[in-house]
């Protein structure tokens, strides 16, 4: 168990030990931040790319984090406002905050603030488990293969100098033999400021690494609050390209399993563009089944 008392820790840390505990004196106070994003130089040559960008990597099972803040403190906003043809603007602004690898499983997080913008929460694996956590960004910010359930959390929008779409809050790539991705019980999808534009979120795009095929990505929000920046479109289509360089189209069907249950508030717009599931179908999507026979406990509560 390590105590981490208040305070601003500029820190790249890979958690590769299980077992591994972090509890800060305060979720607002004790930040562990970077500032690293895809085109940062890496120290063997070339580029990090998405999957270096991250602030805190978990490498090994059964990690546990409450009451701090993991951030990306990649300035996206002051990189976005140069111009085009300035050398110093970055092209690749994917700057994680906290990545789950393939050695991880296991890991919970109660009363944590995971902050950035593009690519800020990277579930690339494992089962976790996300409790009163304050979750923020702005393009594809909870993204990955990894199978997580969020309860009570709020999924906080942030804007993205006046674009439109100005973002999508999930983007899995969840492998088609695994029945569950990302599960949100009971979360508050919110709007970082009152000028985050109306209908201009995305619930989730499906994301296929390299063009897999093998990949139909999901994401089930279960009795959500949505803010009104969540609209009438729910979902949208996304495009990556495959090892030879072609660009290729997902769309949302048959490429996905986006579904909602007793979505409520402004943005809870029914529409044939927004799944829906029944309450049998609904209850299928349990934190039980997400996480497959582990029943994770939260030292910390939050409210």
């Known amino acids: 168990v390590i105590f981490i008392k208040e305070g601003r820790y500029d820190e790249k840390l890979i958690v590769d030990r299980p077992f591994v505990h972090f509890i800060g004196e305060s979720r607002d106070g004790t930040i562990i931040t970077h500032d690293d994003c895809g085109d940062t ?20 099972p059964d990690f546990t984090a409450e009451n701090l803040t993991i951030e990306n403190g990649f300035d996206y906003d002051a990189n976005a406002a140069k111009a085009d043809d300035d050398p110093a603007k ?18 919970v997080f109660c009363n944590c603030v995971i902050r950035g913008f593009q690519d800020t929460l ?19 910010f909870i993204f ?3 199978q997580a359930v969020f309860e009570n959390c709020e999924v906080v929008s942030r804007d993205r100098n006046g674009k439109n779409p100005t973002g999508y809050v999930t983007a899995p790539s969840t492998a088609m033999a695994y029945p569950f991705g990302f599960l949100f019980v009971a979360c508050r999808l919110l709007k970082e400021t009152k000028d985050l534009p109306a ?9 296929h690494p390299g063009g897999d095929p093998r990949v139909e990505g999901s994401a089930v929000f279960i009795r959500c609050f949505m803010d009104d920046h969540l609209g ?17 189209w997902f769309e949302v069907k048959p490429d996905s399993r986006f579904f909602e249950f007793e979505s409520h508030g402004p943005g809870a717009i029914k529409s044939a563009k927004r799944p829906t599931l029944n ?11 997400v996480l497959n026979g582990w029943s994770p406990a939260c030292p910390y509560r939050a409210h």
């Open 232 to 248: 009438l479109e729910g979902y949208a289509a996304i495009s990556v390209r495959d090892s030879t360089g072609q660009r290729i």
């Open 122 to 140: 990277y579930a690339d694996a494992g089962r976790h488990y996300f409790h009163g956590c304050r979750i923020l960004g702005h393009v594809d």
């Open 144 to 146: 990955g293969a990894g």
């Open 199 to 207: 209908g201009s979120v995305r619930l989730g795009r499906p994301w």
């Open 41 to 60: 130089p890496a120290p063997q040559g070339g580029k990090l790319g998405t999957q270096g960008s991250f602030t805190l990597q978990i490498a090994a």
């Open 90 to 107: 970055v092209q690749n602004p994917q700057a994680v905050a906290l990545m789950t690898t393939a050695a991880s499983d296991r890991a």
């Open 279 to 289: 309450e049998k179908e609904a209850a299928y999507y349990s934190a039980a089944n």
